[in-house]
């Protein structure tokens, strides 16, 4: 009886050992699929993004502003700078400051690659085309965003609609985020500001229009 449960219990501990293993493998071959896929998704990545820089940098059309971060009366290198098409000017004359909250609405995309010819989504608070009647904001300090993103907040005034390049230099630079985005990815931003507030003053909830 005794010799029973033993070869019983072996038999159990060797079919546990092969799931075990077989689970171990599996994964094995999901994690090796999964980079390979991202590898092939995002093939050259850092010559493409840093070529796209130089391009930016050579469109006349686009405005382009010196990150804040950096010496406002030197010349820097074109990833220094951020480069805007403006899609829509608001009235207001004055702009949010670092320490105050702004509301916008925005999309964030990468350059394409080769399943997203029109690049990877990464972020957005609105579906489908932009409408300032339908498409949801969100509240957020300039200083808690990325160098690029608070370079441009703090240009824009209440009602702008820009198109805002950002070199990878000023966004997620050469760490991949847990949004997706893969490290050296230059990051392609609309950005609608909505409304803004100093430190102390609050403002109600946001309702679409």
Known sequence: MKSMIINSCKKWLEYVGVILFTIHCSLFFVSCSKETTEEEEY??????????????????????YKTYTKDQTTAGKNSDYIYVQILEEGSSSI??????????????????????????????????????KTANALDFVSSGLVDGFATAIMRMHKGDRWRVHIPYTLGYGTSSSTSGIPAYSDLIFEIALVDFWSPGETHPSFKTR
């Open 43 to 64: 093939a050259n990545w850092q010559e493409k993004n840093e070529a796209m820089i130089e391009q930016w940098a050579s469109n006349s059309a686009f405005a382009t």
């Open 95 to 132: 702009c949010p400051m670092y320490t105050d909250t702004v509301r916008v609405m925005y999309r964030g995309r990468l350059l394409p690659s080769k399943s997203y010819p029109e690049g990877y989504v990464f972020d957005q608070t609105y579906a489908k085309d932009f409408s300032w």
